[in-house]
């Protein structure tokens, strides 16, 4: 079961705060329960979907995985779809993203720069969505708060890179340090004091945590706590 799982363990923050942040920006309902679950489902089905590709050998457990997560997604959506059929828009939207993954993953790249992009976006789409279901509209709303969590991931990405991949890289530390401070002092000038604050924690990591040693796992935990930090702040602005 271990090996059907995504590796990304920061992706779950992704697939988590960007739906629920729009949902509750839009209007909460019922039906965002089946649709997260099968949110859900359908990110639990790309990996074994992707690795089918990616091993042409060997690969019935993969096989088999996605035709279990494919099956539980289509066994939620479905009555969703059947409320708000025009929800398969927003599917279709994400399907050239998928195909960067996939691209990706052949190559046996799949730390690649674009393709973790890709992958935020996707998120980003699936918030939309989900706000989307609660009003029936897209509007101003909905692709600012998109945009404040394109932005706080699209972070992570720079962050997480000068942490493992790219650390030895002063390229990638001068371009993570930059954009952080960008990002917060734009946001307080474009959002005001709260929004800023959301960002806080994010350029204090960018700028002393590179060059020290923490393990994978603590790098983890911690880039956790900022996404939750982010989620309340982020929620009171939101409920506000």
Not at 62 to 67: D, V
Not at 183 to 204: E, N
Request: proline fraction near 3%; aromatic fraction near 20%; charge should be positive.
């Amino acid at each position: 079961m271990k090996k059907l799982l995504p590796k990304q363990h920061g992706a779950w923050a992704m697939l988590i705060i960007p739906f629920f942040l729009e949902a509750i920006a839009g209007h909460f309902t019922f039906w965002h329960l089946p649709l997260f679950l099968g949110w859900l489902s359908l990110y639990l089905t790309t990996h074994p979907f992707i690795m089918v590709f990616k091993k042409k050998r060997n690969n019935s457990l993969y096989k088999r995985g996605a035709t279990i997560f494919g099956g539980a997604a289509l066994l939620f959506l479905i009555p969703v779809l059947w409320i708000e059929w025009r929800l398969i828009f927003f599917g279709l939207s994400m399907l050239p993203l998928f195909l960067i993954n996939i691209y990706f993953a052949k190559r046996k790249k799949e730390r690649a720069f674009f393709n973790d992009v890709a992958a935020v976006i996707t998120f980003c789409i699936g918030g939309l969505a989900s706000y989307f279901l609660g009003t029936g509209i897209i509007d101003q709303t909905a692709l600012v708060l998109a945009s404040y969590n394109f932005l706080f991931f699209f972070g992570s990405i720079f962050y997480v890179k000068t942490m493992i991949r790219e650390k030895k890289n002063r390229q990638f530390y001068y371009l993570s340090w930059i954009y952080h401070l960008l990002l917060t002092a734009g946001s307080f000038f474009i959002g005001g004091f709260w929004l800023a604050i959301a960002y806080v924690p994010s350029l204090l990591r960018a700028w002393f945590m590179p060059g020290k040693l923490f393990s994978i796992k603590q790098i983890g935990i911690l880039e956790i706590l900022n996404s939750i930090f982010f989620f309340t702040v982020m929620l009171v602005i939101v409920l506000s």
